[in-house]
């Protein structure tokens, strides 16, 4: 049987190994900022392991700091995206010697932990828990900066199941009766816990509340539902747009997803630097919040808070059960690099028979971001506390590119209501007709 530790090293492991996946390009690649939404690669790369050094390392093992002159350039606060790319960070090769080192110490304190330790950074492996998910956040990230890029050949592609033929009688929308419901995980455990594994502080604590019912969409919005949107002349109507949407729509000249092109009566897009026809089958991505409320009102609908798509789940650690992800439940950890059909993972329902709700698209949600009752944040408020308020937009689910064990139905995601480079989609709400 394997144990905990040894689970948590195979993970590492796998982490890396996708990290350096990503970076495994020609050193201009990697220099470059593609965005200024985005950081360079090589600022990610070392970025991951000044982040484990700082956690694993300093506060769990009290070790001293290996590159202390490295706290400054890869501190995420004190230096905006677009700036990074003037500051004096590690070459490629430097920067994939200094993760390496890193990593072996965190080896060596894996292998001392005492998993029984009354901190709360080391009990249970917690600390292991914020380094990995911090990872493979990371690695998500990498990916929409390449898809940025525009390069072809740099990333890869997969197979995904078909969509299932769907009966005719089957609604596409479920119906959630109301009631109280728990939002949220548990107290804080780590990823030995015995019952809901690690989580972040913004997902405490669990607390009940009541919804009164509504109607969910089964799938999450298509490619060709969102083409009948922009055919009707939706991004040229101001009554679909909140006013700070219908202003960027005004000020940006958008007209379509990020990606999108047409050519006559075709819809293309550009994928990791390949164009293709829009498959209309397909989750719509690389939407805004803007675009995802526009479009909802459109349809005579809106979008579902975050507690309607909390409890859309069923009350699970996932929507199909506690399970962890299999091929047969979700499209995560970059089987392919695209959304899969609606449809296409009926075993993935949650108990009600909403779908896909994990994978495939991040999806935007009608909540700001804040707090839960009775938030405390743990191990430091940059990660959430700092971004709690009006300006930034819940996403739920995980993308394609989210790893299986860097997502749960409790997971928080959130940006601001302007962001199209993420892998961000949305499905509709509706409330319940008195």
């Known amino acids: 049987m394997t144990t905990l530790k040894e689970r948590i090293a195979a993970e590492l492991s796998a982490a890396r190994d996708r990290t350096l996946a990503y970076t495994d390009t020609d050193d201009y690649l990697l220099t470059r900022q593609h965005s200024p939404l985005m ?96 990872e493979h956040q990371h690695a998500e990230t990498m990916l929409a900066t390449l898809q940025l890029s525009r390069q072809p050949g740099v ?58 019912s509504y109607w969910i969409d089964r799938h999450p919005v298509t490619n060709g539902a969102y083409i009948a949107f922009i055919e009707a002349g939706g991004y040229r109507e101001p009554q679909w747009w909140s006013p700070d949407g219908w202003e960027w729509v005004e000020r940006s000249g958008v007209e379509a997803p990020l990606y999108w092109t047409k050519d006559e009566d075709t819809w293309w897009r550009l994928r990791f630097g390949r164009q293709e026809p829009v498959p209309e089958d397909e989750p719509v991505i690389h939407v805004s919040w803007y675009e995802a409320d526009a479009y909802a009102r459109w349809a005579g609908k809106r979008l579902p808070s975050e507690a309607e798509w909390e409890k859309a789940c069923g009350g ?14 979700a499209n995560l950890g970059h089987r392919a690099s695209r959304p899969a059909p609606v449809g296409a993972f009926p075993e993935g329902a949650s108990p009600y028979g909403v779908e896909q709700l994990v994978g495939d698209v991040w999806e935007w949600t009608d909540s700001c971001f804040r707090g839960y009752p009775g938030f405390r944040s743990f191990p430091y408020r940059e990660y959430s506390e700092v ?29 601001l209501p302007v962001r199209r480079q993420i892998f961000s989609g949305f499905r509709c709400a509706r409330s319940e007709l008195l």
Do not use: C
């Not at 990333?155 to 109280?180: F, K, N, Q, Y």
């Not at 728990?182 to 502080?201: N, V």
């Not at 709690?388 to 819940?394: A, K, P, Q, T």
């Open 316 to 329: 699970r650690l996932y929507p199909w059960g506690d399970q962890e992800p299999g091929p047969e439940h």
């Open 39 to 134: 950081s360079p690669l090589v600022w990610d790369l070392a970025h991951v392991g000044n982040f484990e050094e700082l956690w694993v390392l300093r506060k769990a093992a009290g070790l001293p700091p290996m590159r202390p002159e490295l706290d400054d350039l890869y501190d995420a606060f004190t230096h905006p995206r677009e700036d990074r790319p003037s500051l004096p960070l590690l070459g490629p090769e430097e920067a994939r010697r200094y993760i390496s080192d890193v990593r072996s110490r965190t080896y060596d304190v894996l292998d001392t932990v005492d998993f029984d330790d009354p901190d709360p950074l080391r009990g249970g492996g917690h600390v292991f828990g914020l380094v990995l998910q911090h």
């Open 387 to 415: 971004f709690f308020g009006e300006s930034y937009r819940v996403l739920r689910g995980g993308s394609w590119a989210t790893h299986p064990s860097a997502i749960r139905t409790t997971f928080r995601n959130w940006d």
């Open 155 to 212: 990333v890869g592609d997969g197979t995904l199941p078909p969509a299932r033929t769907r009966s005719r009688s089957e609604s596409p929308e479920v119906h959630i009766p109301g009631g109280i419901f728990t939002m949220g995980a548990g107290a804080a455990a780590g990823l030995g816990a015995a019952s809901r594994p690690w989580a972040y502080d913004n997902e405490r604590p669990a607390h009940r509340m009541f919804l009164g």
